[in-house]
């Protein structure tokens, strides 16, 4: 049987988190923002082109999947942070895929950060 949802239909255990936490939930998400964000830029302008030009594979090897486990706490962090701001859907997988591309996580952190901040919904 489903569980009984509320009046945001969101389940009730994700509707007790939502709306507290927030601050907390925004500082965890910008810090893997950029984290991840300064990750993909090394492996995108140093290691791939290391690996290219140099033939040696160890820093897109090392780069890659420190950078693949730290993209899964990155979004984890900002899957809640969604639930706790009450993002919309759309506008979350768009906050996600944007931290895909090299210099748009940026701006992503940016919007996500002055719109959670002045209470939007993102």
Do not use: N
């Not at 255990?13 to 923002?33: C, I």
């Not at 984890?76 to 859907?89: E, K, P």
């Amino acid at each position: 049987m489903a569980e009984p949802t509320t009046a945001s239909r969101l389940p009730r255990a994700l509707a007790r988190r939502a709306g507290q936490g927030v601050p907390a939930a925004l500082t965890r998400y910008r810090a893997m923002a950029w984290i991840v964000g300064i990750l993909l830029i090394a492996l995108v302008l140093v290691a791939v082109p290391i690996k290219y030009a140099a033939h040696v594979d160890g820093p897109v090897t090392v780069l890659g999947t420190l950078h693949g486990w730290l993209y899964f706490i990155f979004f984890l962090t900002a899957c809640d942070l969604a639930i706790r701001a009450r993002w919309s859907l759309r506008d979350t997988v768009l906050t996600v895929l944007a931290s895909t591309v090299p210099v748009l996580s940026f701006h992503a952190e940016r919007v996500a950060t002055r719109r959670t901040r002045s209470g939007l919904r993102v």
